[in-house]
């Protein structure tokens, strides 16, 4: 739905730009027109020379030269404005500074490159400049396939990253529900706190992702875990009336 919505305003945004050199034409018209149409806002707009000839007392209905030429380098300027608005921007997919070729092989989701770094030597547990694992990114990249291979390769998969994040935390943080699957059937502790206190279990009940809070209570996570508020899951699925939350929780309880 966001990017529906956003896609939406882009189209405003186009659609607007394309009208602005219309209104252009339609004020120098009225300008020509002398006062026979001229908008509300040009009506009260203050002329000096009209009224230092005596053809208006203050505030009269037609522009000068000058007055027309501000409004249309303001008109200008305002166009350009809304063009650079309405350019979609793409979501950066890389950072300013690259890591080492671990760290970029798997934040691509690159099996190939990832056991290249490999075999050139690099540690596949090491921390890369983001203080990250190649496993935390990953997780956090959504990438399910290469994280496999990570674990398969001897990733360390409770491993905290040096912000305190789990690939566990990172994944269900993201929304990544698949990635956070792979991670429990591998055997990630689904009690395992990220940054802030915050629990696997209550995050993802929080953020209202039923999969994943089906899968940590499977895994065998505590349905009464608080997190750094004092709130347990169920407390948090009630107090925002997230019923499948609610659901893949009681499923603990009837088994």
Known sequence: MAKYRAGSVLAFFRGLVCLLPLLSLLFTACRSCDGVFIPYCMSICPNP????????????????????????????????????????????????????????????GDIETINIALLSGHNINQYGNAGKTALHVAAEWGHARALRHLLDQGARIDRRARDRQTALTYAVTRGHAEVALVLLQAGANPDRAGRNHDMPLVLAARTNQPRIVAALVKAGADVLITDNTGRTPRQWAEERQLGQVLHALDQRAQK
């Open 49 to 108: 020379i009209y009224a230092a000839y005596g053809k208006s007392s203050g505030w009269v209905s037609a522009w000068t030269p000058l007055h027309l030429l501000v409004w249309q380098l303001a008109l200008a300027f305002f166009t350009m404005l809304l063009v650079a608005a309405s350019v979609p921007v793409q979501a950066q997919n890389r950072p300013v500074i690259e890591d080492n070729a671990l760290i970029e092989a798997a934040r691509a």
